[in-house]
C-alpha cells in the first residue's frame, strides 16, 4: 500500500509510511480513498486506518421501491443489485428490526445518502431504516389515535404515493383507500398490480386488464383488504396524509390525463369520469 500510496503522488516516500505502520500495527482497511495532492504519512495512515472511504452522494427518489433502490445502488458500485434485493427482502432483515412484515420495502426512506462503494447491503438497509424511524418520529405517536399499526400506515402511504404527485390530492386519495377498506371493498389500485408483476419479473411497463385478473397476493384487484406490504417507499407527505385524510365520502377516482383525478362517492358517476376523461 504504501508503495501505492507513493506511485499515486500521495506521499513523497513509501519509507515513512512503513515506518508508522510499523511501530502502529494498525489494521488498514480496504477500500477507495481520496486525497487532494500530497499529504503527511501521518495523515494517510490514519485516514485508512479509521476506514475513511470516499463517499458517493446517492438520492433515493420518494416512491422509490426496493428494485428502483437496487439498480440506483447497483449504478454507483455501492453494492450488486441482487446482493441489496437478498438482504433487503429476506424475512430474517425485517424480523431484525422488529417489522410484521417480510421485506424492508416502505422502510427505507426517501432520502439524500452518502455511502463508500462496496458497501454491504445490511449497512444500508441500516441507515436507510433508521432515518426513517428519524424522519417519522413526530408521526408515529398517532397510529394509535387512528386504530392503525405501523406496517398497516405504511402500506397505504405507499398506495398513495403511487397514486398522485399532488400534493393537495394526498389527503383525499387517502380518504378512498380508508373508506373503501371501512366498508370492505377491494382497493383496486393499479400500482399494486405493477408492484406484483415487478416481483415477479414480469413488469414491461404496460398494465393490460389480464394483468388485474393475476392471482397475486399483491393484485387489490383479485384480493380484499391491504397488500402484505408496501408498494414502494413513500414520502413524509404521503404518510403524513394517511394519518390526516380528508373527510369525504368518496369511494372512487379516475385519472384526468393531466395528472390530477376526477373523484366520485358513487359507481354511477365513476363511469360518467371514466367516459369524460378517458375519451
Given at each position: 500500500?504504501?508503495?501505492?500510496?507513493?506511485?499515486?503522488?500521495?506521499?513523497?516516500?513509501?519509507?515513512?509510511?512503513?515506518?508508522?505502520?510499523?511501530?502502529?500495527?494498525?489494521?488498514?482497511?480496504?477500500?477507495?480513498?481520496?486525497?487532494?495532492?500530497?499529504?503527511?504519512?501521518?495523515?494517510?495512515?490514519?485516514?485508512?486506518?479509521?476506514?475513511?472511504?470516499?463517499?458517493?452522494?446517492?438520492?433515493?427518489?420518494?416512491?422509490?421501491?426496493?428494485?428502483?433502490?437496487?439498480?440506483?445502488?447497483?449504478?454507483?458500485?455501492?453494492?450488486?443489485?441482487?446482493?441489496?434485493?437478498?438482504?433487503?427482502?429476506?424475512?430474517?432483515?425485517?424480523?431484525?428490526?422488529?417489522?410484521?412484515?417480510?421485506?424492508?420495502?416502505?422502510?427505507l426512506f426517501?432520502?439524500?445518502?452518502?455511502?463508500?462503494?462496496?458497501?454491504?447491503?445490511?449497512?444500508?438497509?441500516?441507515?436507510?431504516?433508521?432515518?426513517?424511524?428519524?424522519?417519522?418520529?413526530?408521526?408515529?405517536?398517532?397510529?394509535?389515535?387512528?386504530?392503525?399499526?405501523?406496517?398497516?400506515?405504511?402500506?397505504?402511504?405507499?398506495?398513495?404515493?403511487?397514486?398522485?404527485?399532488?400534493?393537495?390530492?394526498?389527503?383525499?386519495?387517502?380518504?378512498?383507500?380508508?373508506?373503501?377498506?371501512?366498508?370492505?371493498?377491494?382497493?383496486?389500485?393499479?400500482?399494486?398490480?405493477?408492484y406484483a408483476?415487478?416481483?415477479?419479473?414480469?413488469?414491461?411497463?404496460?398494465?393490460?386488464?389480464?394483468?388485474?385478473?393475476?392471482?397475486?397476493?399483491?393484485?387489490?384487484?383479485?384480493?380484499?383488504?391491504?397488500?402484505?406490504?408496501?408498494?414502494?417507499?413513500?414520502?413524509?407527505?404521503?404518510?403524513?396524509?394517511?394519518?390526516?385524510?380528508?373527510?369525504?365520502?368518496?369511494?372512487y377516482f379516475?385519472?384526468?390525463?393531466?395528472?390530477?383525478?376526477?373523484?366520485?362517492?358513487?359507481?354511477?358517476?365513476?363511469?360518467?369520469?371514466?367516459?369524460?376523461?378517458?375519451?
Amino acid at each position: 500500500m504504501a508503495l501505492l500510496l507513493y506511485r499515486e503522488g500521495v506521499i513523497r516516500s513509501p519509507i515513512s509510511f512503513m515506518a508508522i505502520h510499523s511501530l502502529i500495527r494498525g489494521k488498514l482497511e480496504a477500500g477507495e480513498y481520496e486525497f487532494k495532492g500530497w499529504v503527511f504519512p501521518w495523515d494517510a495512515y490514519l485516514k485508512i486506518h479509521r476506514g475513511q472511504r470516499k463517499l458517493y452522494k446517492i438520492t433515493v427518489p420518494e416512491g422509490f421501491d426496493l428494485y428502483d433502490i437496487a439498480d440506483l445502488l447497483e449504478e454507483y458500485s455501492i453494492c450488486k443489485r441482487e446482493d441489496f434485493l437478498k438482504v433487503a427482502n429476506s424475512p430474517e432483515t425485517a424480523k431484525r428490526y422488529g417489522l410484521r412484515t417480510y421485506t424492508m420495502e416502505g422502510f427505507l426512506f426517501p432520502d439524500t445518502y452518502y455511502f463508500s462503494k462496496n458497501t454491504h447491503p445490511l449497512r444500508v438497509v441500516d441507515v436507510m431504516f433508521k432515518n426513517f424511524l428519524r424522519r417519522t418520529e413526530h408521526l408515529r405517536p398517532k397510529l394509535e389515535e387512528r386504530g392503525l399499526t405501523l406496517e398497516e400506515w405504511v402500506i397505504i402511504a405507499s398506495m398513495v404515493e403511487k397514486e398522485t404527485a399532488v400534493p393537495e390530492e394526498r389527503p383525499i386519495i387517502a380518504s378512498v383507500i380508508l373508506n373503501r377498506i371501512k366498508l370492505g371493498m377491494p382497493l383496486q389500485i393499479d400500482p399494486t398490480v405493477i408492484y406484483a408483476l415487478k416481483r415477479r419479473g414480469e413488469w414491461k411497463g404496460v398494465l393490460t386488464r389480464k394483468h388485474l385478473q393475476l392471482d397475486d397476493p399483491y393484485n387489490t384487484y383479485y384480493h380484499k383488504g391491504l397488500p402484505p406490504s408496501p408498494i414502494c417507499n413513500p414520502s413524509l407527505q404521503s404518510l403524513e396524509a394517511v394519518l390526516n385524510p380528508a373527510e369525504t365520502n368518496y369511494l372512487y377516482f379516475v385519472s384526468m390525463g393531466n395528472g390530477r383525478h376526477a373523484f366520485s362517492s358513487n359507481y354511477k358517476d365513476h363511469l360518467k369520469n371514466i367516459a369524460t376523461y378517458r375519451r
